[in-house]
């Protein structure tokens, strides 16, 4: 080998893997912007586990399993596609995230996040706020969303 391959593979075997908090943080924004903002019901799928199941304080226990959430998912998405239609953002509070490991799992992730709603291309109204618990799954290099606790919801001005 070269002196600038082995070079470049000790800089890579000695890089920092990127922080817990980092990783579970980009899939959190990867998933909520293809939840909200996207319409791909594959690739929400594959951020789910098979068992994955959502609770909110409003709705209660919200799904069981992964299809039946992407079922959901994709009705919505065919609704969302009317030109007058209403839209909606999610924001986690960045100084509110915390991330923590969980041995041989993954990572649970708490905070509080706030929702933006428009009708069509209308301007965008912050309209709510919540806090949530999200069971993180690591597979391999990908992270999967096990579990989703929403609650303590409240209207915004």
């Not at 991330?99 to 929702?115: D, K, S």
Request: net charge negative.
């Amino acid at each position: 080998m070269t002196v600038a391959v082995l070079a470049a593979l000790a800089l890579t075997a000695s890089a920092p893997a990127e922080p817990l908090e980092a990783r579970v943080m980009a899939a959190d924004a990867r998933f909520f912007a293809l939840f909200f903002e996207g319409c791909d019901p594959d690739g929400l799928r594959a951020m789910l586990t098979d068992d994955f199941e959502f609770f909110d304080d409003r709705g209660g226990l919200v799904a069981t399993d992964a299809d039946g959430f992407v079922a959901q998912y994709a009705a919505r998405c065919h609704e969302r596609s009317a030109p007058d239609a209403w839209r909606s953002r999610r924001e986690a509070l960045a100084d509110s995230v915390a991330v923590y490991p969980i041995n041989n799992y993954g990572a649970v992730e708490t905070g509080e996040h706030v929702f933006y709603e428009r009708r069509g291309d209308g301007p965008e109204a912050r309209v709510g706020r919540a806090r949530f618990t999200q069971m993180w799954k690591q597979e391999g290099p990908d992270w999967k969303l096990a579990r989703v606790f929403s609650y303590d919801h409240s209207a915004l001005p």
